[in-house]
C-alpha cells in the first residue's frame, strides 16, 4: 500500500539524481499558479512546506544537507547506476519535505515543528521522522504528538554539546525522543561494530532500540553524496 513518510527537518533537494521518483507530491496542487488549489491553506505546496520560512520551497541549497541526507537513507533508488540505495525500495513509499529547520545551524522552533507536524498527517502522512530535539520540554509538542494517528521515529539525541559523550536520557531527558508515548519510536546509533557509538544517548526506559548511525553514507545537495554520523541517521 501506499504511505508516505513527512520528514521533519532542514529542507530536501527534490532534485537530486538519486531521489528521483521517491519524493512526495501534492497532486492537488497546479504548481506556480499562485493559487491554493487544494484548499489547505498553503500556496503552491507542491513538494511540501517551509515551516522556517513560511515558504513553499522547501529546499533553498546547502542548510538542507540534513534532510536530503535523510531522505536518501529512507529512499534512495538502488539499481539506477549512481549514488547508493535507501532502505526502502517501493515505489509505494514516498518522503514528503516538511522543512521546520534552518540556516548555518539547523535549528529552529517548537512553534515550526508543530505546524509541521500538522501539515504532515493532514496531508496524507502516516509516519513522521523527528531527527531533532531539545534539553527544553514544550508540553504543547507532547500534545501534538500524543494526539496525532501518525507514528514517530525520533532520533534519541547526540549527547553532551560539551563533551560529546551520550547521555542517559532516563536521567537527563531529551524531547520529544524521551515522551512516554506509545507512537514514538525513539533509536540510538550503532557503530558498524554492533556497539552504542559513544555520542548516542541511551536510557532503558527512554530509548527503544538502537540502529546503525555511523558512517553513513547518503544524499547530499547538488547531486552530491556525504558521510554523516548520529542517532538522527539511526532514525
Known amino acids: 500500500r501506499d504511505v508516505v513518510v513527512a ?91 516538511v522543512k521546520a529547520l534552518g540556516g548555518s545551524d539547523g535549528s529552529g522552533t517548537t512553534a515550526s515543528i508543530i505546524q509541521a507536524i500538522q501539515y504532515a498527517e493532514a496531508n496524507g502522512a502516516q509516519i513522521c521522522n ?10 504543547a509538542l507532547y500534545r501534538t504528538i500524543a494526539s496525532s494517528k501518525m507514528l514517530f521515529v525520533v532520533a534519541a539525541g547526540n549527547g553532551d554539546s560539551r563533551t560529546g559523550i551520550g547521555l542517559n536520557t532516563d536521567q537527563t531527558p531529551f524531547y520529544p525522543a524521551a515522551y512516554d508515548l506509545d507512537n514514538i519510536i525513539s533509536v540510538a546509533n550503532l557503530s558498524f561494530d554492533g556497539n552504542l557509538h559513544d555520542s548516542s ?15 553513513i553514507l547518503s544524499t547530499t545537495p547538488g547531486n552530491t553524496y556525504s558521510y554523516m554520523t548520529g542517532t538522527s541517521m539511526a532514525a
Open 201 to 215: 544517548n541511551y536510557g532503558a526506559m527512554t530509548v527503544d532500540l538502537a540502529a546503525p548511525g555511523t558512517y
Open 7 to 97: 520528514l521533519v527537518d532542514t529542507g530536501i533537494d527534490y532534485t537530486h539524481e538519486d531521489l528521483v521518483g521517491r519524493i512526495w507530491t501534492n497532486t492537488d496542487e497546479i504548481p506556480g499558479n499562485g493559487i491554493d488549489d487544494d484548499g489547505n491553506g498553503y500556496v503552491d505546496d507542491v513538494y511540501g512546506w517551509n515551516f522556517y520560512s513560511g515558504t513553499n520551497d522547501v529546499y533553498v541549497g546547502t542548510e538542507d544537507a540534513h534532510g536530503t541526507h535523510g531522505a536518501g537513507t529512507i529512499a534512495a533508488n538502488a539499481g539506477n547506476g549512481v549514488g547508493i540505495a535507501g532502505i526502502v525500495q517501493s515505489d509505494h513509499v514516498k518522503v514528503m519535505a
Open 130 to 139: 523527528l531527527s531533532l530535539g531539545s534539553s527544553q520540554n514544550d508540553p
